[in-house]
């Protein structure tokens, strides 16, 4: 009798020891904290630059990227369809020193390249993908080099947000990376949020920005990554073969929407036709059954 009471408690004893365990298994390791300024929405880019003694430096760019009723906001920047370079502020996190958090921060001027790409899902339906993508150009004047893209894809119907979710892709195969640089529009006011009135957003369009290329057999300049092209020309198929699906895919849904009602109409006009000669050619069998033999006895 005195040992009954034991198991229970010998239980309990084992339980505490097995349920932490069990926890930890299940959720795994901690994630690392999100920088204290950083936005909720917000996504990291990986890049690099070199210091003023010519060492590269590992940083990561904090961008808030949102859409709110038909509109795309980069930093509370509006930003429209298309390739739009913009120079605006932002929260920067130097991964050097990675144990202390405050030092590693610190808030500089960013100059983004954002594709902001609309692609509708079905003809005649509101439904639609956006794609963005970004390509860090500049920080704090001095050159950046990125390998990797995060695209944002977001499913929209009437203007609201169905789903979004990200991924990162080499920026060698986004469509950014094929799209000339010559062709970006320059935001002119970085200064200018969505909360101000949109009435006096002025921005220039289709302004032709040249920048200096650097090649893999040039030697390292003060300012520039050693030994690596910061943006190589796409191949030339690829971008013409690009171009081509995307006028071949818009074609395609002209065509099928124009051609889909005469085909559809022509069937009905088919079947009804037949039908109605089937009726009419049985009625006059059944009415003169005998009137083509009377004819061909008299001849």
Known sequence: ????????????????????????????????????????????????????????????????????????????????SGVTRISCQTLIVKNENLGNLEEKEYFGIVTVRILVHEW???????????????????????????????????????????????????????????????????????????????????????????????TVEGEALPGKLPETPLRAEPPFPYKVMCQWMERFRKDLCRFWSSVCPVFFMFLNVMVVGNIGAAVVITILKVLFPVCEYKNSSVG
């Open 1 to 80: 009798m005195e040992g009954a009471p034991r198991a229970p408690f010998a239980l309990r004893l084992l339980l505490l020891a097995v349920l932490p365990a069990a926890v930890w298994l299940t959720t795994g390791p901690a994630e690392p904290p999100p920088a204290p300024g950083a936005p909720k929405d917000s996504i990291r880019i990986n890049v690099t630059t070199l210091k003023d003694g010519g060492e590269a430096s590992r940083e990561q760019v904090i961008l808030n990227i949102t859409y709110e009723s038909g509109q795309v906001y980069v930093n509370d920047l509006p930003v429209n």
């Open 120 to 214: 509708p899902m079905t003809s005649g339906s509101s439904l639609q993908l956006i794609v963005i993508q970004e390509e860090v150009v500049e920080i704090d004047g001095k050159q950046a080099q990125q390998k990797d893209v995060t695209e944002i894809d977001i499913l929209v119907k009437n203007q609201g947000v169905i789903r979004h979710t990200n991924y990162t892709l080499p920026l060698e195969e986004s469509m950014l990376y094929s799209i000339s640089r010559d062709n970006d529009v320059l935001f002119t006011l970085p200064n200018l949020s969505k909360k101000e009135s949109v009435s006096s957003l002025q921005t220039t369009s289709q302004y032709p920005i040249r920048s200096v290329e650097t």
